[in-house]
């Protein structure tokens, strides 16, 4: 197989068209953490505590929720176009999130601005694979993962100089300079959308798809506790969710240009990397969840230290990712993703075994090898997932990549969440039986287990509860970090089984003006 680009550019409008996209992916990786600083004086301004969580959730939901639309619709009209609607969305989200006057407003915005965020990853993860050999891909992915790191780090720091020095108006505002650059230069740099002849839009696959991942998610993050997920809401919610997935799979078996087409997943490729990025979203998301939590509610540490233990992680996914393209080009996927899914399973069994008076040392380097797993598993998902399609199939193969992990994130959170909740319950239990703390308190902790955070909470209980408080957590930790292994090892069968390939890709076959980027 000639390893050539879908889509012949100069080597200056390549570099131009990349300068955008990684604007664009700076603007959705700030976005992630830059908010999270500024709400408590978001709180403070419009009220609403009993919808802060939704803040964070609409945006979730919908920029899940939208990403296998919008893969599909650049298949069908064009990358430039979509791509730039997306940010032209996503900059009207942010702008009316930065003029609402109500915490209601605050999330229609945020849901609007998650809308127009389902695209800038995913479409701008497209275009990179119509312009680029996998070869040159697998070098350049630095540049890529660099821009998330830097974000994952400035975020809060940004988040926290805005908020304190002009407004936290202003966490919204400043993505209107990058968006507008993003599309701009995109718009310099690429050529014009090839389009289809009359393409069918298929209304009916959109609509049920949507409705039936919005219920989903619906009910998955309003599950923070065992009670939460099972109760008849959610559960109603999660049965329409099934019923409605069932009839659109029965839809796009006759639809002339479905939504996500079902003959992709007869490719042994595309199959077994969406079920791998299922189970390495759940692995994510859940240490980005719960191992800040082990550290302040478990161990005492403040918000500030246990939030920086993400660092290690963080800075391990990039350096890996940095490398892990030219070992894939000698190695293999295979290889490269048994290896990194062999590393997140021993991270998660090491996690299960710490304790309270663990070092802080060793969970640091837990973290390292965990993010090592994951710069060698999500590189390369999605390196063999793009050179396993045709062109005019790159935008939902692409998005299904990512949308897969954000399905897996949200499952595994609500199902570790769960977890935790239903053993803290019985910890708690039984020491409300043995009289050393109080029923009310016991039934209130396990409802609600970040109350352990909460200083106000803290300063009602005499230090020997909150020690016993605290031990109790921690132990109920452990079968949330054990499942997360398990997940973890599972992904690594599934990785066996991925086709066995060449360890070395084929040269370019390439004009002489489109060099390689470096």
């Excluded at 949507?210 to 599950?223: C, D, F, I, P, R």
């Excluded at 800040?292 to 660092?311: D, I, K, N, V, W």
């Excluded at 710490?354 to 802080?360: C, H, L, P, Y």
């Excluded at 045709?390 to 499952?411: D, E, H, P």
């Amino acid at each position: 197989m000639i390893d050539q680009p879908h889509l012949v550019l100069s080597s200056t409008r390549r570099r131009v068209v990349t300068a955008g996209i990684m604007t664009g992916m700076f603007l959705a990786a700030l976005e992630a953490t830059v908010i999270a600083t500024a709400m408590p004086t978001v709180i403070a301004t419009l009220g609403g505590m009993n919808h802060y969580s939704w803040v964070f959730s609409a945006y979730l939901l919908s920029s899940t929720v939208s990403v296998p639309l919008w893969g599909k619709l650049s298949d069908l009209y064009g990358r430039k176009l979509f791509y730039q609607v997306g940010i032209v969305v996503f900059l009207i989200g942010s702008t009316l999130s930065g003029v609402a006057t109500s915490m209601t407003q605050l999330i229609i915005y945020r849901t609007i601005q998650g809308i127009g965020a389902g695209a800038l990853v995913p479409l701008g993860m497209t275009i990179v694979g119509e312009i680029y050999t996998l070869r040159e891909r697998a070098r350049m992915q630095g540049l890529f993962s660099g821009v998330w790191g830097v974000a994952s780090v400035a975020g809060p720091l940004v988040g926290g100089f805005l908020t304190e020095q002009l407004s936290w108006r202003w966490v919204f505002f400043i993505n209107i300079p990058f968006g507008i650059a993003s599309a701009i230069i995109i718009g310099l740099g690429l050529g014009k959308d090839e389009r289809h002849a009359k393409p069918t839009i298929d209304y009916a696959g959109a609509i049920t798809l949507t409705v039936s991942m919005t219920l989903l998610m619906l009910a998955l993050v309003n599950g923070g506790s065992l009670a939460s997920l099972l109760s008849p809401r959610n559960l109603m919610f999660l049965v329409l969710s099934v019923l409605l997935f069932v009839a659109f799979i029965r839809i796009e078996r006759t639809a002339p240009e479905p939504i996500i087409p079902l003959d992709l997943f007869r490719n042994r490729v595309i199959s077994l990397s969406t079920i791998i990025g299922f189970l390495a979203g759940v692995a994510m998301f859940g240490a980005i969840t719960f191992v800040p939590l082990f550290a302040q509610a478990a161990r005492g540490e403040t918000a500030t230290s246990a939030g920086t233990l993400l660092t290690p992680l963080m800075l391990s996914w990039v350096i890996v990712s940095v490398v892990a393209g030219p070992l894939l080009l000698r190695l293999g996927s295979r290889t490269m993703v048994v290896s990194g899914q062999l590393l997140m399973t021993i991270a998660f069994f090491v996690f299960a075994s710490f304790g309270r008076e663990t070092a802080r040392q060793f969970l640091m380097i837990d973290l390292v090898v965990l993010g090592a797993g994951l710069g060698l598993t999500m590189l390369t998902l999605l390196l063999v997932v793009q050179h396993s399609v045709a062109r005019a199939q790159l935008g939902i193969a692409t998005s299904l990549n990512q949308f897969s992990r954000a399905i897996g994130g949200a499952v595994g959170v609500a199902l570790m969440g769960a977890i935790l909740s239903a053993g803290l319950a019985s910890d708690l239990r039984v020491s409300s039986q043995q009289g050393a703390i109080t029923t009310e308190l016991a039934e209130k902790l396990a409802e609600n287990p970040s109350a352990l955070i909460d200083p106000a909470a803290q300063r009602q209980v005499s230090p020997s509860v909150l020690d016993l408080l605290r031990s109790a957590l921690a132990t109920s930790l452990r079968p949330v970090f054990l499942l997360g292994g398990i997940l973890s090892g599972l992904a690594v069968l599934f990785a066996l089984a991925l086709p066995r390939e060449s360890h070395s890709v084929p040269d370019a076959s390439m004009p002489k003006d489109a060099v390689p980027f470096e």
